[in-house]
């Protein structure tokens, strides 16, 4: 199980070798990582706070980022291997980023609701929610 730790990973392919070579059969490896097109992102790229999605970030580079993952390399890189049994999927949509989320559930503009109405969307709109997710099996 890893969640939010890929990214730091500066092989990422060698790491997911390794780890499927000690893996036994039938195991089951479930991985989270952040969105690089989360719409959070999106909507700092669209007023000019990144320069695109996929930018690894000053801020991310700090904490020991490598990439930004999106749906369509983060799928191919677990398929490269000889996993099987794939499921993709997103975890909550974000319109902010966690630094606004915290203000604006301290100032009471959101609250627990409104966060469990945003949860629900994650099935139907995985590719911009604020993480994405794979559970393979060998």
């Known amino acids: 199980y890893f969640s939010h730790s890929l990214e730091h990973i500066k092989n990422d392919r060698k790491l997911l070798d390794q780890i499927f070579n000690q893996m036994k059969k039938d195991s ?15 909507i700092a790229v669209k007023m000019g706070l990144i320069p695109s999605e996929l930018v690894v970030t000053d801020f991310e580079k700090k904490i020991g980022h490598y990439r930004t993952y999106d749906m369509k390399t983060f799928q191919s890189l677990f398929k490269e291997h000889d ?7 997103g975890i909550m949509p974000k319109i902010f980023s966690n ?6 559930l301290k100032d009471g503009i959101i609250n627990d609701s409104f966060l469990d ?7 139907k709109f995985s590719e911009i929610c604020s ?3 794979s559970i393979c099996r060998k």
């Open 28 to 42: 089951v490896l479930i991985t989270i990582v952040p969105n690089g097109y989360s719409l959070s992102r999106q």
């Open 117 to 123: 109405a945003l949860y629900q969307f994650s099935n």
């Open 131 to 133: 993480s994405i997710y």
């Open 83 to 89: 996993f099987s049994h794939f499921e993709f999927g």
């Open 99 to 104: 630094n606004q989320f915290d203000k604006c």
